[in-house]
């Protein structure tokens, strides 16, 4: 987990695509950047905070252990 929340905090700001005028939108809901909270990049496409928030709730949901290991990565200190 440490690798993966590693390089999805290293892609917040390296924001690149978007919609024809240029400006950043979540692949997810198609808010644009100024519309959400954060927006992390991916090699093609950005998804924003509250597509992540979805995202999580519905594998909490889905995936007991998936939610318990998840919750213990996120409390433990930064290496």
Known sequence: MGIIKDRL???VGHLTGGDAA???LCAFCGKPGDAVKHLIAGPRVMICDECVAICAGVLADQDETWRVETLRSLSEPAE
């Open 22 to 24: 240029g400006e950043p």
């Open 9 to 11: 905090l290293g892609a």
